[in-house]
């Protein structure tokens, strides 16, 4: 009832704000190829040249498949599909292959290969004189589908990987109001894994950014963004310095706390691709902690009783001894009465981690009936300088990564074995929903563990404790209410996620089609799990980058109150609505495609 009152109130705000700022907007619709208004040949030749050739004629890799399903480059294609550096070098591929009653990824019909802002500022004045649906990818890691549409020009960032590390970096404009602070400037088509690399490995600091190491930096910074040391660290989002934008009037923007402050403000979680293409991002890096560890361990409990047992032990335990700065990533609480922990810590030595942990593994070996560990406990520290480093995991943590297995691909081309999954999945359901710190309360953490326990009766419930910031820094906690992010994550120890998905699969592509009756069914199941968390988190909010495609409260789940303000900025900058994605600001003014303006 609380997120209704709160959308009904926004929903009068932003009304407010269309009767006192802007005049009717006519009705607008974009062309798609064979209608009249398409460009001609003639046209798409001179956005060819003015781009240096570097515009493509989109080709569906997946079209091998529809030719010859069963044939050799099919089953490559398909084993590929599993390399998510495979995925990002494809034009007409994303990391998602598609969700369940929602969304199938398709190529664009042309797309420009940015390598220079100026390749972006030509394809965003084409689209825009030419009325055509303009999509940006970066990484392709949109769980929406935002990355991608049929019958668009599409702006691929990914030859844009410059990484500039600075010692003194001051924003533009920003002489003698803010210090010079050490930096790193980035470009929209670097990944995690690359920055990480260059800012840890070879620079010796660190910056915040994201687990999963194939996203893209730029897409992830403007729509928050989380990593394991965010308790500490803070969201990526908080961490933006100043970011190079092209707008929808094709202008060149900086946008820092000095210059364009309410568009640098929107960007800062207000979700990618809405208010313009950012071309490059630089983001504050800090000084580099000795060491980074880790603590894994899975128990599974002999009954329902001694099941809810431990979660209510292992609750207790998170809220007195990790809900602080130190601790971050992932519990699972499984079918089965499984518990599957695996938790990444720094600031702390070996001794003191071990400590911490000490009475809560205590408590479970002392109860031997009860419980078992499936895979015993392992807390290990490692050289902080190391956690990105490519020769050092494959040589000491091998099983943890995976490499990109083509013959001429980069040597440092790693990622997370743990990741594996999400490389070409096709998502069966998706709910997310941040949990607030009040429920690990004395008096109502009773009721939290009863959720969780009844949750995982239907669906594996992921507890991500980086991706909320109670008990974080307190520096962490206040950079982040300066973003656009909802302010909800400032009060929640956690976002729970509870998904389900299926391997690489493409609707309508004979030998390659999803299994829909087992999609259906385990959808069914996410969904039921999280109607049992929402019984103790009614209006939690949720995250715009992990979150579910049919969340009908949006604008109050992503944003919360921030959303007339997002709404403000949006119109400012992008008054007709070049810019558009699903569930992104302003994008309720449009139809679902995105190619018809409703208002």
Known sequence: MRRRFLLAGLAALAAAGRADAAPATPKLSRVRPGQPGWPSDAAWDDLRKSVNDRLLKVRPSLDVCRAEPAAAACRDLFRELKNPYFIGDDVSLTQTLGWLDAWTSQPSAYAVVAARTEDVVAAVNFSRRHRLRLVVKGGGHSYLGTSNAPDSLMIWTHPMNEIVLHDSFAAHGCAGQQPAQPAVSIGAGVLWMQAYNAVTTRGGRY??????????????????????????????????????IVTADGAVRLANACTHPDLFWALKGGGGGTFGVVTRVTLRTHELPSFFGGVSVSIKAASDAAFRKLIDRFVAFYAKDLAN?????????????????????????????????????EGV????????????????????????????????????????????????????????????????????????????????????????????????????????????????????????????????????????????????????????????????QVRKAAAELRKVAPAAGAYVAESSFFESEWQAAYWGPHYPRLLAVKRKYDPDGLFFVHHGVGSEEWSADGFTRLT
């Not at 190491?213 to 910074?221: D, E, I, M, N, S």
């Open 207 to 244: 910056v915040q950014g994201g687990g999963c190491g194939t996203v893209g930096v730029a897409g992830l910074v403007q729509g928050g963004g989380f990593g394991s040391y965010s308790k500490n660290y803070g969201i990526a989002a908080a961490s933006l310095l100043e970011a190079e």
């Open 365 to 524: 070996r002392a109860a031997s009936r009860d419980f078992i560990f499936e895979r015993p406990v392992r807390i290990r520290v490692a050289p902080a300088r190391h956690r990105w480093d490519p020769a050092f995991l494959r040589s000491f943590a091998p099983a943890a990564v995976r490499t990109d297995d083509r013959p001429a691909a980069p040597a440092d081309n790693i990622f997370w074995t743990a990741n594996v999954s999400e490389a070409g999945h096709f998502i069966e359901d998706f709910e997310s929903a941040w949990l607030p710190a009040s429920l690990l309360q004395a008096d109502r953490r009773a009721a939290l563990v009863d959720a969780l326990v009844a949750a995982a009766h239907h669906s594996t419930v992921e507890i991500h404790f980086q991706k909320g910031l109670a008990g974080a820094a307190e520096e962490a906690i206040a950079a982040a209410r300066e973003t656009a992010m909802n302010p909800a994550v400032a009060d929640a120890f956690a976002l729970a996620i509870v998904a389900s998905e299926g391997p690489p699969a493409y609707p309508g592509l004979n030998g390659h089609q999803p299994d829909l009756a087992r999609a259906r069914r385990n959808a069914a």
């Open 325 to 361: 700065r130190h601790w971050g990533e992932i519990a699972n609480v499984r079918p089965g009465n499984r518990l599957d922990i695996q938790m990444a810590f720094q600031g702390l030595t070996l001794e003191e981690a071990e400590a911490a942990w000490q009475p809560f593994l």
